[in-house]
């Protein structure tokens, strides 16, 4: 399967700098065992669950939501938009 090519460019390398190509390759592989392994349906679940949990259960039942939530803004270098 050919994939088309993208190519990133920025104005201000030093303060947006474009991205790094072995860490979209890495994305790109993380992706695809995601998605065989069929873990891509729980995953947008727990993005769901973030979006419309208000509290945390008091039986820890949440806990799953909670630690997925972190976890992505952890990653993501910032808030998830849940809880403030």
Same mark, same amino acid.
């Given at each position: 399967? %050919?994939?088309?090519?993208?190519?990133?460019?920025?104005?201000?390398?030093?303060?947006?700098?474009?991205?790094?190509?072995?860490?979209?390759?890495?994305?790109?592989?993380?992706?695809?065992?995601?998605?065989?392994?069929?873990?891509?349906?729980?995953?947008?679940?727990?993005?769901?669950?973030?979006?419309?949990? %208000?509290?945390?259960?008091?039986?820890?039942?949440?806990?799953?939501?909670?630690?997925?939530?972190?976890?992505?803004?952890?990653?993501?270098?910032?808030?998830?938009?849940?809880?403030?």
């Amino acid at each position: 399967m %050919n994939l088309p090519e993208v190519t990133f460019t920025t104005t201000d390398p030093v303060n947006c700098p474009v991205p790094s190509p072995e860490l979209l390759a890495l994305h790109a592989a993380c992706a695809k065992v995601a998605n065989l392994s069929g873990a891509v349906p729980y995953i947008d679940a727990l993005d769901q669950d973030v979006e419309d949990l %208000n509290a945390l259960a008091c039986d820890g039942g949440s806990v799953d939501v909670l630690t997925h939530a972190l976890m992505r803004s952890t990653l993501m270098g910032g808030s998830t938009g849940v809880w403030g």
